[in-house]
């Protein structure tokens, strides 16, 4: 139960991140590989609002939500808008650039050390045998009412359906009316606020360190690909399984001889889903579409 | 002049792999970010089995050929099975999964420790042999490329690269080109997986971090897609600007950071300049 419950924790958290991903490939068909980054921003601005400034956490958490809805944004006008039209590999590289650029002005700011938002021991309670903290709890519940919030966007509003249709299409719904330029940097803008809120959450749970940026966008991109390219719903059940094989790896006494190293948890599961990919390419949820 | 001569040293170990690397990512226009995983697997492929199984070094560099061979054969399989910028994501996953065995498996790697008192052989060993002598290899290195390049293999890479339904309706096998194009990085990674432990006495995982990767695509990039020699000066120029950053007077906290936010903005301006040449577009009728 234990196992389950952790699974569900780090799956909310790789949720968050992978959904608005998730739709930033179906929409531009683009890779951002500085996404860890932008987690990271979203969970250190929180932990300077917080820590530094002095801001009640109510406060905080919004505006490291804005921050990184902020970067994302300077992302997209710089990093991606000026290249993707010339070729939708070419952000894949300039997002490189940026995770480097991130990654030394954030060890420039906060240093190595692990930051924490919320400093200290957490209170854990029993709930069905495994043991939870309520900030976990808190924040299960968060992804949770986000992940559905936005699906009510998705499927019942005119945002939704316009989003869709560029989605399926950006020229047909152009030709219909639909802003799609903007729509676009909305989405991009939202992926950058789901990041940061990943990140937040991480600097709430555990701690904060430079080096988490990357290990995060692949196992994001992971669930992405594992779920079928651009397939919303997938790539979030993808995150959720993805993060309960990383529990299950380590945590579980095999044929009642031995553990996996908790060091080979991230190795198990990458290596898991290159072998389903070899198998499976489109993904899970993905289907083989004609080309010709 | 010993300090030139070390920076000759190091910018031909980078490019022994760099040059392999652009057969695969300049002139193929593959989307490879695992060349990392191939350097990690052949060079402790070649010294842990002579510093802790005490082999002869040519059988484990048998041995090392064979673990490139191998890794390229992967790379061609998941080429050929994943859309490219899946492949992409998914070599880096191969290459952070390696690097994550070679830091967990401490009984046979040391892990983050690395492998200590790596032995020279008899030549090269002083750092004017070293120098003279990976300065020959690679350009007799860069000069097979330049020849593979001008060749059969090169207009067949760069017809798969530019249309690859187009190339195969003209008989060029993807499967072999890719897997000849893998294989040539692997070659490279040989070379510097030998060398490159012995000049520092020292095999250690913090030489294949991502960063290494970003380093070639960088090098690559600023000397032009598939050009050899073109990418072969900029690999110069651009480790002499990393090691000339060393005597810049900042402290180490700050350096590092600020190596790293010049490199990106290096990529990022290789990138904006090439930005038609990198994957160009497809020729629409």
Request: with cysteine; aromatic share 12%.
């Given at each position: 139960?234990?196992?389950?419950i952790n699974?569900?924790i ?108 919320l400093?200290g021991m957490k209170e854990t309670m029993l709930l069905?045998?495994g043991r939870v903290s309520s900030e976990q709890l808190v924040l299960i ?60 959450f991480?600097?709430i749970d555990q ?86 | ?285």
């Amino acid at each position: 139960m234990q196992l389950l419950i952790n699974g569900l924790i780090a799956g909310s958290l790789a949720a968050l991140i992978a959904a608005g991903l998730a739709l930033v490939y179906g929409v531009l068909g683009v890779f951002n590989l500085a996404l860890g980054q932008i987690v990271l921003v979203g969970g250190y601005a929180t932990w300077w609002f917080c820590q530094v400034a002095g801001l009640p956490l109510f406060l905080g958490i919004p505006a490291g939500l804005v921050t990184g809805g902020l970067v994302a944004w300077l992302t997209f006008i710089l990093f991606v808008k000026p290249f993707y039209k010339h070729h939708r590999f070419l952000p894949l590289v300039t997002t490189i650039a940026l995770s480097m650029i991130l990654d030394g002005l954030i060890l420039l700011l906060f240093q190595e050390r692990p930051r924490s938002i919320l400093p200290g021991m957490k209170e854990t309670m029993l709930l069905f045998g495994g043991r939870v903290s309520s900030e976990q709890l808190v924040l299960i519940a968060f992804t949770l009412v986000i992940l559905f919030g936005f699906a009510y966007l998705f499927h019942s509003t005119a945002v939704g359906r316009r989003i869709r249709a560029v989605v399926q299409h950006d020229h047909a719904a152009m030709s219909l009316g639909i802003n799609a330029p903007s729509l676009h940097t909305l989405i991009f803008v939202l992926s950058g606020v789901f990041a940061a809120a990943g990140g937040i959450f991480i600097g709430i749970d555990q701690n904060l360190t430079p080096t988490l940026a990357f290990p995060i966008t692949i196992k994001a991109y992971a669930a992405i690909i594992a779920g079928g390219k651009g397939n919303f719903w997938g790539a979030i059940v993808c995150a959720y399984l993805i993060a309960l094989l990383e529990q299950v790896v380590v945590g579980i006494h095999w044929f009642g001889v031995f553990y996996i190293p908790a060091g080979y948890q991230q190795t198990v599961a990458l290596l898991f889903i290159i072998v389903f990919l070899l198998l499976k390419p489109t993904g899970i949820f993905g289907s083989v579409s004609r080309s010709a | 002049m010993d300090f030139i001569l070390h920076i000759i040293i190091r910018a031909s170990f980078v490019l022994f792999v760099v040059a392999g690397y652009n057969v695969v990512f300049g002139k193929g226009k593959i989307l490879h970010f695992g060349q990392e995983a191939q350097d990690i697997v052949v060079a402790y492929m070649i010294w842990v089995l002579v510093m802790r199984f005490g082999f002869p070094l040519g059988v484990a560099l048998l041995a090392g050929v064979l673990a490139a061979v191998l890794s390229a054969a992967l790379f061609t399989w998941l080429s050929l099975r994943l859309e490219p910028d899946g492949f992409g994501v998914m070599s880096i996953a191969v290459h952070l999964a390696c690097l994550s065995v070679v830091l967990n498996w401490q009984s046979v790697t040391r892990g983050a420790l690395g492998i200590p008192r790596i032995p020279r052989a008899p030549f090269p060993s002083s750092l004017g042999e070293f120098a003279l002598f990976t300065s020959i290899l690679l350009v007799a290195w860069l000069l097979v490329l330049w020849k593979l390049d001008r060749g059969r293999f090169g207009r067949q890479l760069t017809a798969l690269a530019g249309h690859e339904w187009h190339a195969a309706s003209l008989g060029i096998d993807r499967r072999k080109v890719h897997f000849l194009a893998f294989l040539l990085s692997g070659i490279g990674v040989v070379f510097a997986a030998t060398l490159f432990p012995a000049y520092l006495f020292l095999l250690t995982p913090s030489d294949y971090h991502f960063s290494a990767m970003i380093f070639y695509v960088m090098c690559t990039v600023a000397g032009g897609p598939g050009h050899v020699w073109g990418v072969a000066i900029a690999t110069f120029a651009i480790v002499f600007l990393r090691e000339g950053l060393r005597f810049v007077s900042l402290p180490p906290d700050v350096l590092g950071p600020m190596q790293l936010i010049l490199f990106g903005l290096i990529l990022l301006i290789a990138v904006w300049l090439r930005r038609d040449t990198i994957f160009p577009k497809q020729r629409m009728v």
